[in-house]
């Protein structure tokens, strides 16, 4: 079974699900009555008066956790350095650390309640999921392109240097965002903790062709999507701005993502046509004067993409300058 990639899938997905519905049923056993909503920049779920346990046993579970991902992604790196159908050893240990992890962070937030939250902004979770999907589309570009399925003038460097070094930052966006959260079993939680779930058991999953299946990281990608629009319909009703999330969401499904999948031309034009019409009818309904929000959500990922890329590509060019003088006056071997 374990050699099987579908059999991966086929027994991780469920195990999600169910840690899932272990918070659900874990409920909250602390009676903690939580501060007024104070806007978009407030996060509910944290005690009003934190103690120095409540604080310390969140960042050192979460430093535990993170510590041990970026552990086991080095020893990876530098003992396995081969793909396989099915799980090496290092994979093994992976999937029981993460599940230890999540067991600690549970029996934490009964007990303490507090996750990071307390001591960092909320828009550092939110943020840390988003570059995680932009650097997606950076190490994507020259596989499925990224408009309409033509490449972005995006250096090949800076797209080797994400592939190389890509899993110690999605261990921390998935670690960091996991621990930020108490165990709440609220609706919104609930579906954030199933993503992060399958965003750790593909975590685990390095060095595996199952990480690699183009149709299950596409899946994780567009997880963005159910979770923007649920969450933003938990927030805001059926009358809120769900539609801007949604469609913009798919919207970079259509230019960019669905091209990565081998599909026909007379496929994809029928899929962008779908999008097209789908938001049409909603935004009928509501006000076609906001149907412009669309494209809010694309253009601030594109933006993103192009910052990160020249960021990167700048840095690596400034790691080159500093090396070369330091290469060249070293001192050449003579034995």
């Known amino acids: 079974m374990l050699n099987n990639p579908r059999s991966v899938l086929g027994w991780g997905i469920p195990v999600c699900l169910l840690l899932t519905a272990g918070v659900w049923l874990g409920g909250r056993w602390l009676d903690v009555e939580l501060l007024p909503d104070q806007g978009a920049s407030w996060y509910y779920w944290k005690l009003p008066e934190p103690t120095f346990w409540t604080r310390a046993t969140a960042w050192l579970g979460y430093l535990a956790h993170q510590l041990f991902s970026w552990g086991l992604i080095h020893y990876a790196q530098r003992r396995v350095r081969h793909y396989a159908d099915g799980l090496h050893p290092v994979n093994v240990v992976a999937l029981a650390g993460n599940f230890a992890f999540i067991a600690l962070h549970e029996v ?171 938001a049409f009818a909603v935004y009928s309904s509501r006000s076609l004067a906001d149907l412009g929000e669309i494209v809010r959500i694309p253009l601030i990922e594109y933006l993103v993409v192009a910052v990160v890329a020249l960021l990167t590509w700048l840095g690596l060019l400034g790691h080159r300058l500093i090396r070369r003088p330091a290469e060249v006056a070293a001192p050449e071997r003579t034995d």
């Open 108 to 278: 934490q937030s009964q007990l303490f309640y507090d996750g990071l939250a307390q001591d960092v902004s909320i828009f550092s979770s939110q943020g840390s999921v988003i570059v995680l999907l932009i650097v997606v589309l950076i190490m994507e570009n020259r596989r499925r392109g990224m408009f309409f399925g033509r490449p972005a003038p995006i250096s090949a460097e800076v797209g080797r240097f994400f592939r190389k070094y890509h899993g110690y930052l999605f261990s921390w966006a998935a670690v960091y965002t996991f621990w930020y959260h108490p165990m709440e079993s609220t609706s919104g939680h609930l579906i954030g903790f199933a993503y992060m779930f399958l965003l750790l058991l593909q975590g685990s999953l390095f060095y595996t062709r199952t990480h690699t299946s183009r149709w299950w990281t596409l899946a994780l990608e567009l997880l963005v999507v159910v979770h923007g629009t649920l969450v933003a319909v938990m927030n805001s009703g059926p009358d809120g701005m769900w539609p801007m999330f949604l469609f913009g969401f798919l919207g970079v499904f259509v230019i960019t993502q669905m091209h990565g999948l081998g599909l026909s031309a007379r496929t994809r034009w029928v899929l962008a046509a779908l999008y097209l019409g789908s």
